[in-house]
């Protein structure tokens, strides 16, 4: 069964690393020098895989939200409804922030961004 590590410095998880000189597999803090053997062998790696409904539902449900910022200044070019959420975030192969909005039409939900 495998359990995740977590530092007895700071408390943050400990990920694998692999010491080649001496062919061991230690846990290592990110955040501290804090290192311990491993008392196994193995690594285990979940990857979790969402199928593109998923995430568009994820993405719908943002314009319900009330803790997201609304503005009148733009239209949708979808439905043209003048609502819409906006947030910043990362976009997936770009380097800086992105605005991305989301139309508050619930029958519509489009999404772009700026």
Not at 57 to 75: F, G, H, I, N
Not at 91 to 110: K, P
Request: glycine share 4%; charged share 25%.
């Amino acid at each position: 069964m495998s359990t995740m590590k977590f530092c007895r410095e700071c408390n943050n998880i400990l990920y694998p690393k692999e010491e080649k000189e001496r062919r061991l597999l230690l846990f290592a803090c990110r955040n501290c020098e804090h290192q311990e053997v491993s008392e196994s062998k193995c690594v285990y790696r979940n990857e979790v895989a969402h199928a593109a409904g998923e995430r568009t539902q994820v993405l719908q449900d943002v314009a319900s939200d009330p803790t997201l910022p609304r503005t009148k200044t733009v239209r949708c070019s979808a439905c043209g409804h003048g609502e819409a959420v906006f947030f910043q975030a990362t976009a997936r192969g770009e380097e800086g922030m992105t605005l991305f909005f989301v139309c508050c039409n619930v029958s519509c939900a489009y999404r772009w961004r700026e």
